[in-house]
């Protein structure tokens, strides 16, 4: 099963709070899962990303938390700006196959002033 | 370094016409992708190809749709007697290589309203 499922479709956030998208796959062959970040009118951009052999990974106010078992894994954005406005989609790879991506189908954030 | 280029970046077509959709990849990749997005719905893969050969269409529709990278010169997605349903925005990405430490980079898409 090839699919990435992505909840919620959109979300509405303070500024200041915290913004969390949740992705879900099936396919155990998946073992490299990023998430871009895609702004109108622009082709999505790679925001952070993280392998199935570490349960969390952090740049800066964007983390990612991996869950092996539940093959589940979240975007967890710190202290949203408006600057964050824009469309997240998780996405997963498999080993082997270059990178030809499974993409989930988007959120579409906007953080309020 | 330039990125990755795509145009046209906005392309209107009548139903029937053919559309051709370029892509340059990025300086010293040889990897190139091409996704389709529908609105309001994530990306999804349609061909894979490196310099002269197409490595996986699994995504390809199998009618009208064809691409093809060439030794020189940009990757090209065409779509023969364009319809309705192929209004959509069309990425190309591109790598250096198919290795699990590289990352793709996406042009900025070109646009297809088909009308």
């Known amino acids: 099963q090839q699919q990435v499922k992505q909840s919620p479709q959109s979300l509405i956030v303070q500024k200041g709070g915290i913004s969390i998208i949740n992705c879900a796959y099936e396919?155990?062959?998946?073992?490299?899962f990023p998430w871009y970040q895609q702004f109108p009118g622009k082709g999505p951009a790679l925001l952070i990303a993280i392998r199935p052999d570490v349960s969390e990974k952090k740049e800066g106010r964007f983390t990612i938390s991996f869950n092996k078992s539940a093959k589940q894994f979240s975007l967890h954005i710190m202290d949203s700006q408006p600057g964050d406005s824009a469309t997240y989609f998780c996405?997963?790879?498999?080993?082997?196959?270059?990178?030809?991506?499974?993409f989930g189908g988007g959120t579409r954030l906007m953080v309020k002033p | 370094n330039a990125g990755v280029m795509q145009n046209p970046r906005h392309l209107v077509r009548r139903r029937g016409q053919e559309a051709r959709l370029r892509c340059s990849p990025m300086k010293g990749h040889s990897h190139v992708y091409w996704y389709r997005q529908l609105p309001e719905e994530g990306l999804k893969f349609m061909v894979y190809l490196q310099k002269e050969n197409i490595i996986d269409e699994s995504g390809m529709p199998k009618e009208r749709f064809s691409a093809e990278f060439p030794k020189e010169g940009p990757s090209i997605l065409r779509i023969q007697q364009v319809v309705r349903g192929d209004s959509a925005a069309y990425f190309c990405?591109?790598?250096?290589?198919?290795?699990?430490?590289?990352?793709?980079?996406f042009g900025q898409g070109t646009r297809l309203t088909v009308v």
């Open positions: 990405a591109s790598s250096p290589r198919q290795n699990l430490n590289t990352e793709a980079f």
């Open positions: 996405a997963a790879r498999i080993s082997g196959a270059g990178n030809m991506l499974t």
């Open positions: 396919n155990t062959a998946f073992d490299y």
